[in-house]
């Protein structure tokens, strides 16, 4: 465990290192325009966000996680060392704007630019989805009480995370903008390479579980036998489903999913019918049948948990695509305030090191979290975890609502201070107005990440099918990338209907444009994806398993689960959802 949290630590400072200051990096050296910029940094971590998928299929079809992550890594070093390359030579970024002139970055400029970010956005894929499962794998899931170290090992591998990320904020960011980009990119580039070494090293003492095959492949099976058995009738006792223990051992190491009542057009899957499956009967457990005709019940149960998870992973894209704008927007009104920490300071703090009070926020928020929320609240509801990991998220959901508006305010002082001072024409200079009147909504954006972030991982870890564990972190990843297209989306959408003249995202000029309903409208929107997330999350109901219990004695289950062997059904009510 600690070669891989080494190596995600060093991974995490490296991908801050690089991601953090990118605003800066596309404004101030390659002359980008405000929103074509901001629209490069949502668009590389959308992409950022997809490739996670493609990685957890090579990862859960074939390579596991293992090889997955080492190659993962070793791509993302090679975009690093691209990106480090072009901000070292001089022929590939534009020259310095002048007063009178600003040569904005040519398309050869851009198309390297591009192709450092694909493959850093390629490694990420490798990388992403499957760290945290990895490290999660090394914990034996068949031993009783384990559930609980689990839930503390992701509080502990995000504080860690965090401590990375804050590491890369304070120094990575003042080198980028003090010192210069080629050591400010180079250092991200030799962590990225410290990282994969230190994971290599680690290899003899890991646990590394054989891939199950590929999940999609499985489902399709599932799909295709449920259209072929249309016709049929489901049984009337659950006894007489599809099982076989034998077939699904591979996937099923910490429990086969037990039957449930949802989607029961589903059933029929499992279901002996007369369509050329006559041998394989209800109580076959060794004959190998065609599973694009028939499927076991745990099979069937894959499907019916991703189909359950759905609605409560889409909600997850628009609070990421509320928060897109802290890369970009808020670091650009950083820029215009004044960055001093004191009237007699000449220290000025680099605009994209306030994110480090989000993640500071963040980081301390789960340890008090877990050392001092949690028991208090195992003491009210008697769970173990203090509150469901539905309501952990539900919390977050409402703080990020809070943080927009914040946001928003925030911006209308800042705007105000500006037109006192008749600054509104003078994009360049320093607005009379502390770059502390920023730090609320990272603090409140940190606050959300403790209970939202850490809560959707978790959610889709432990509901998700055990051999899908890599898919749903590519899940996770892929809520932020859809978050990040959309936060594209609304902000080319409101640039371009905006008009000209007021325009709410103009080019050049921030003071001149109406920041402040953009983010209101992001408010709006929130408020419309929490109603619909509590409706959900009301409705949803836990994924019932199999589980090992310590004597090793055969234990009669309820609802006419699958047990025995030493396993007892676990199962959830919705009325802990909510």
């Not at 995000?158 to 210069?180: E, K, P, R």
């Not at 105000?416 to 409140?444: C, K, M, N, T």
Request: proline share 4%.
């Amino acid at each position: 465990m600690p070669f891989i949290l080494g190596n995600e630590m060093c991974d995490k400072f490296a991908g801050a290192g690089f991601q953090a200051n990118m605003i800066t990096y596309l404004t101030k050296v390659l002359n980008l325009p405000m929103v074509k910029a901001s629209n490069t940094l949502t668009n590389f971590a959308g992409t950022s966000g997809f490739t996670p998928i493609l990685g957890a299929l090579v990862a859960d079809s074939f390579a596991g996680r293992y090889w997955t992550i080492i190659v993962g890594s070793i791509i993302y070093e090679l975009g690093m060392i691209s990106i480090t390359l072009s901000a070292l030579l001089p022929s590939l970024r534009p020259p310095p704007c002048s007063p009178s002139h600003c040569q904005e970055a040519s398309s050869r400029q851009l198309w390297i630019l591009y192709a450092a970010l694909i493959l850093t956005s390629l490694g990420t894929g490798g990388i992403r989805p499957c760290v945290v499962t990895f490290a999660a794998d090394q914990l034996d899931m068949t031993k009783s009480g384990v559930a609980s170290r689990r839930w503390n090992f992701f509080n502990w591998y995000f504080f860690s995370m965090g401590v990375a990320t804050v590491t890369a904020l304070t120094t990575v960011v003042y080198i980028q903008d003090n010192v210069g980009w080629g050591w400010g990119l180079g250092i991200p580039t030799a962590a990225m390479a410290v990282s994969v070494v230190a994971f290599v090293l680690g290899s003899p003492l890991y646990r590394k579980l054989k891939p199950g095959g590929s999940p999609f492949v499985r489902l399709a099976q599932v799909v295709v036998a449920a259209w072929r058995k249309r016709t049929a009738v489901a049984p009337a006792e659950h006894g007489e489903l599809y099982r076989n223990k034998e077939l699904d051992a591979d996937i099923s190491l910490n429990g086969r999913l037990l039957h449930t009542d949802q989607f029961r057009a589903a059933i029929i899957v499992a279901t002996d019918g007369h369509d050329g499956e006559s041998l394989i009967t209800a109580t076959s457990t060794t004959t190998k049948p065609n599973l694009w005709r028939i499927a076991t019940v745990h099979r069937v149960e894959e499907l019916k948990s991703i189909l359950r998870m759905l609605p409560i992973w889409a909600a997850g894209i628009l609070h990421f695509a509320a928060s897109s704008h802290l890369q970009s927007f808020v670091i650009l009104q950083a820029f215009s305030m004044n960055r001093h920490l004191s009237s007699t300071s000449t220290f000025q703090i680099p605009p994209a090191s306030l994110s480090v009070v989000g993640v500071i926020t963040t980081t301390s928020g789960l340890v008090l979290y877990d050392r001092l929320l949690v028991p208090l609240l195992r003491r009210v509801t008697g769970n173990p975890t203090g509150i469901t990991c539905l309501q952990r998220m539900g919390v977050g959901f409402l703080i990020n609502i809070v943080a927009t508006a914040v946001s928003a305010l925030v911006e209308v002082r800042r705007k105000e201070a500006a037109a006192r001072h008749g600054l509104l024409d003078a994009p360049e200079a320093v607005i009379p107005i502390s770059v502390f009147w920023l730090v609320p909504q990272y603090v409140l954006h940190g606050v959300a990440d403790v209970f939202m972030t850490v809560g959707h991982v978790e959610f889709l870890y432990d509901q998700c099918p055990e051999s899908m564990r890599s898919t749903a972190a590519a899940l996770s990843s892929l809520t932020g990338s859809f978050g990040s297209y959309i936060g594209t989306g609304m902000v080319s959408l409101v640039h371009e209907y905006t008009g000209k003249e007021g325009n709410w995202l103009p080019d050049r000029n921030l003071n001149r444009g109406k920041l402040d309903c953009y983010y209101w409208l992001v408010t709006v929107v929130q408020v419309v994806n929490f109603v619909y997330y509590a409706v959900v999350a009301w409705f949803y109901v836990y994924k019932p398993v199999e589980e090992m219990v310590d004597d090793g004695n055969d234990v009669e289950g309820d609802g006419g689960g699958d047990v025995g062997g030493g396993r007892v059904h676990r199962s959830y009510s919705n009325n802990d959802t909510v």
